[in-house]
């Protein structure tokens, strides 16, 4: 394989000096309070353009969660659309966030309700809207 002499953390530096965001302005962790799990913090950044209001569309099309009366696999696609205030979210962590689901018992409605909540609480948007559609089983 060809080496092209960046790494994702000398891109991901590249970024943030062509956007001014410094050494204080590191990736952050937020813990989700639900849970203890390591898979559920979801790392945040710095808004690269905190002057523009702007939408972020993320779509997660293998969310899979399981029923919690049958245990059979629900799956479902995830879409996730806000307008960053001051914070975004890092995109390996949401998706392994909504990854960790995956061995876990919930309803539909209290998936996606946890989801909403969970990024409400770290990213405090200016905008933010989840949808999950679900598969029938």
Do not use: W
């Amino acid at each position: 394989m060809e080496n092209l002499g960046s790494t994702p953390d000398t891109v991901f530096q590249e970024l943030r000096d062509s956007y001014g965001i410094g050494p204080s302005e590191e990736v952050d962790t937020l813990k989700i309070a639900h849970t203890y799990d390591p898979k559920r913090d979801l790392h945040v950044f710095g808004n690269p353009a905190p002057d523009g209001v702007y939408e972020i569309r993320l779509d997660f099309p293998e969310f899979t969660s399981l029923c919690p009366k049958t245990g059979q696999p629900d799956f479902a696609t995830v879409s996730i659309n806000y307008s960053p205030d001051e914070l975004c979210v890092e995109m390996k962590s949401l998706k392994l966030y909504l990854q960790s689901f995956r061995n876990e018992g919930h309803f539909y409605e209290e998936i996606t309700n946890m989801v909403h909540k969970d990024l409400l609480k770290v990213l405090d948007p200016l905008v933010l809207q989840t949808a999950f559609s679900f598969n029938a089983r």
